[in-house]
């Protein structure tokens, strides 16, 4: 699927932006002091297969 809004375009996960994805919220988490946490609260992340695509979420 591939969509646009304004200039952005929405379109599903791929495997590929797993690192570009984590990248992002790891620096967002350093803005806001708090710690990146991949075995626990930012697991979903690294693992968007098996916590959102298997259940018929979205990342």
Partial sequence: MKNYYKDFLIR????RDRTWASEVIQSVLSEYGLGWEANRADRDV????????AVGEEF
Avoid at 12 to 15: M, T
Avoid at 46 to 53: F, P
């Fill in 46 to 53: 690294l693992q968007v297969e098996e916590c959102y695509l």
């Fill in 12 to 15: 599903d996960w791929e495997e």
